[in-house]
């Protein structure tokens, strides 16, 4: 697939980081969190230095992962997934189809609003053939548990698009060159060293963490200091003094390109 891309294309990518670069503004001193989403990587800086970098999965291109400049400002232990309306249609009517009762044994449960009342609804009970994507008429939510797609933390950082950052039990395509593979939100290859360094000096250790998991409770516990989160989007990273090219997953380069050779630079990036 490298070896197929015109050179043109490699060159394009470089005009877009540079012009980027040219119009970034200065980084600010204290610590921040960025994610680079088409190189699939969290950093945690200070200044000029590195404090951690992780893996990440970010959403696949039909899902994108909106760039974003927020803060974080909460952790939450035991997080429910209140499953939003487009992952319940396209993503669990099938599986609800295929056997409701393990979909319950996960922690799954369904909500219809009758008179004006929301009210709990069985599953099993469901005749899911007539059930279909245009129709879905269920909210849906995930418990707290072993088996929550959002893991046993979430970390908040409120936004319109809901975007947030979260473990995952699924750790299967952490090892991955490509990791486009969410709705969306940001999946943690190792969420407790991010825990770690965003309650750093709010006296919180590992053993209060634990019991604080043991309680299968959720809880929110407010940062100290909240801390400034960048989704960003750069295909061309330098390290060490060497460059790579990570593919552009959303077509935002080319986009950028374009609007380059029209004479109005940094129109793409701007929306």
């Known amino acids: 697939a490298q070896l197929n891309r015109p050179a043109s294309q490699r060159v ?5 980081a540079l012009d980027m670069r040219r119009a970034a503004p200065r980084p600010p001193a204290g610590r921040r969190i960025e994610v680079n989403i088409p190189d699939f ?6 200044g000029s230095r590195t404090l951690l970098r992780m893996n990440v999965v970010v959403g696949r291109p039909d ?7 927020v803060s974080m400002t909460t952790v939450q232990f035991n997080p429910p997934w209140g499953v939003p309306a ?20 996960k922690g799954f449960r369904l909500f219809a609003t009758i008179d004006g009342e929301r009210v709990e609804v069985d599953p099993t009970t469901v005749d899911w053939a007539r059930i279909r994507p245009d129709n879905f008429p269920y909210a849906v939510r995930q418990d707290a548990g072993d088996s929550s797609a959002l893991g046993r933390l979430k970390f908040i950082m409120p936004n319109n698009e809901d ?3 979260h473990d995952t039990p699924d750790r299967w395509a952490f090892n991955r060159p490509d990791r486009a593979f969410s709705s969306g939100c940001i999946r943690l290859e190792r969420p407790m060293e991010l ?14 963490m634990q019991r604080t998991f043991d309680t299968r409770q959720t809880i929110n516990v407010p940062l100290k200091r909240p801390i400034p989160v960048r ?12 460059l790579r090219l990570r593919p552009d997953i959303y077509g935002l380069d080319a986009a950028y390109a374009r609007e380059m050779d029209r004479s109005a630079p ?3 990036a701007a929306r």
């Open 12 to 16: 394009d990518q470089l005009r877009v």
């Open 63 to 69: 899902r994108a992962t909106p760039l974003l400049r």
């Open 163 to 165: 975007i947030y950052l």
């Open 231 to 242: 989704l960003i989007y750069s295909t061309a990273v330098v390290e060490e003094g060497r």
């Open 195 to 208: 825990l770690d360094l965003a309650m750093d000096g709010m006296g919180w250790d590992r053993e209060r």
């Open 266 to 268: 940094r129109v793409a």
């Open 86 to 105: 487009r992952n319940a249609r396209e993503d669990l009517l099938p599986k609800f189809r295929r056997d409701p009762r393990a979909m319950v044994a």
């Open 41 to 46: 990587r969290l950093f945690a800086l200070e």
